[in-house]
């Protein structure tokens, strides 16, 4: 990779589309001010109000690390419900602290707003659990707050996460609008990595200061196929000399010609990727990860440590889930340099969708 493609990328536009409906398709840098789908029109909406409640989905998603601790928690809504979850890794001990989910419906107790960056709200509430990110329209950072009653824990300890992600000072976020094959029309997503953070985390009984940590967030919202299936790669933590790394990767979703949502932050800079290709037993997601890019740049191995899963069958609804947490080794290369990971925490996904 040169440095000629980092500077590639151009801004992220105004809007997802253009006065007469049309999307703005791209992988940009920078955040998109609002995701407003209903500037969609003609063939990349969908004509009737139901169908764009079944087909509409977004989340919002939080993964920070230290080299003690990785937690995450993300909001879900799918239009005709809403789901939420958190986990919590020692990696210390290599133990899961927490893992809990929840289901709901979508409203006031369980939304994603339209703003994946500033102004951004995302909560999901219920009796024994608090799941919140927020950002004021001018503020530099992201709020975190999970709160989780033993009562939800299942155990005797509770999970309690405060903390800030500050986005002052850090990378570009990645923003794609890309076309969704199939019976889907568009999909737009924010990502940014490689942010510092900051806060306490209380998980299984142990506390942990996620200061000097870093971090990352996903925004997603978009019409979606009914059958959607996808692997992602998502990590955040340091080189050996201190600098912020993140990476995303993705096979199988927001890919088309000349779009992808592959990318690599390292330190204030954000370079785009080539194409991701995953290799791994589905049977077996406790067997190492091989991840790399079709052009050179990123190897990676991932060695989970624990696997959270979200399985269900409601027959017209059909979800398979899973993400396992762990730790990444490997090389990037970029700006005519090599970068060697080693023990960088993050997750893997692997998903399919009947929804």
């Known amino acids: 990779m040169t440095p000629e493609r980092e500077l590639s990328l151009l ?35 969908p004509a009737a109000a139901p169908a764009r409640l079944l087909k509409r989905k977004r989340w919002h998603y939080t993964l920070a690390a230290t080299p003690e601790v990785l937690a995450l928690f993300a909001v879900v809504d799918v239009g005709y419900s809403a789901n939420a979850f958190a986990v919590a890794l020692d990696l210390k001990e290599q133990r899961p602290l927490c893992d ?60 309690q996460w405060n903390g800030d992600l500050l986005v002052a000072g850090g990378p570009p976020a990645l923003t794609v609008i890309a076309p969704v094959e199939g019976d889907g029309f568009v999909n737009v997503t924010q990502k940014r990595c490689g942010m510092l ?24 919202q978009g019409y ?10 998502f990590l ?5 000399d201190g600098t912020p790394v993140g990476i995303n990767l993705v096979e199988g979703f927001n890919e088309s010609t000349g779009i992808n949502e592959n990318a690599l932050w390292l330190g204030q800079r954000l370079y785009p990727l080539g194409r991701a290709r995953f290799e ?7 067997s190492p990860w091989r991840i790399r890019t079709d052009d050179g740049a990123v190897d990676l191995r991932f060695q989970p440590l624990y696997v959270h899963r979200e399985d269900h069958d ?27 990971l080693s023990g960088v925490p993050g997750v893997t996904e692997d998903q399919d969708m009947l929804w």
């Open 197 to 220: 953070s900051f806060g306490s985390l209380e998980a299984g009984g142990k506390r942990f200061r996620m200061d000097g940590g870093v971090g990352g967030t996903d925004y997603t």
């Open 11 to 45: 801004p992220a536009p105004a809007s997802v589309a253009t006065a007469s409906g049309e999307p703005r398709f791209g992988t940009y840098q920078g955040e998109l001010p609002e995701v407003d789908l209903s500037r969609l029109k003609g063939r990349w909406a």
């Open 236 to 240: 955040a933590g340091r080189l050996a």
């Open 280 to 286: 791994y037993d589905r049977r077996e997601l406790m």
């Open 314 to 340: 409601f027959k017209v609804v059909v979800s398979h889930f899973a993400q396992p947490l762990g730790l990444f080794e490997g090389t990037v290369r970029v700006g005519g340099q090599t970068h060697r």
């Open 224 to 233: 979606l196929a009914r059958h959607t299936a996808w692997r992602w790669a």
């Open 100 to 159: 809990v989910s929840f289901l709901g419906a979508p409203g006031p107790l369980a939304e994603v707003g339209d703003k994946p960056g500033a102004g951004l709200t995302a909560s999901f509430r219920t009796l024994g659990g608090r799941l919140t990110a927020r950002r004021g329209e001018d503020d530099e950072r992201y709020h975190l707050q999970v709160d989780v009653s033993r009562l939800r824990t299942g155990s005797l300890q509770s999970f």
